[in-house]
């Protein structure tokens, strides 16, 4: 009996996280209204104003943290670079205890 629960909330747990992914963007490689796709290094800028946006976009309806209108791979790695440096990436867990 215990078998099957286990199995049960494994395969609950495994369709609710695969549930949460996120979906194909379907505006990657369309440009803006201005004519511009973003690319890596306005997600590098992107990633690293992460949270000002973020709080700035809860109180505004014109303001997102993320570009839809990108070039995809590199917007993305860009972006997570950006937010990697700021919030102080792994070299930090490194660093040597004294």
Not at 11 to 16: E, I, R, T
Request: hydrophobic letters at 45%; one cysteine or more; a positive charge.
């Amino acid at each position: 009996m215990k078998k099957t629960h286990l199995l049960g909330l494994l395969s609950l747990g495994a369709l609710l996280l695969t549930s949460c992914a996120a979906g194909p963007n379907t505006a990657t490689h369309m440009a803006a209204s201005d004519g511009s796709v973003a690319g890596f290094w306005l997600g590098l800028w992107h990633g690293m104003i992460t949270p000002i946006t973020f709080i700035i976009s809860l109180f505004s309806d014109n303001v997102s943290f993320y570009e839809i209108h990108n070039n995809g791979g590199w917007y993305n790695f860009g972006f997570v670079l950006g937010a990697g440096i700021l919030f102080g990436g792994s070299g930090s867990a490194s660093s040597r205890r004294s």
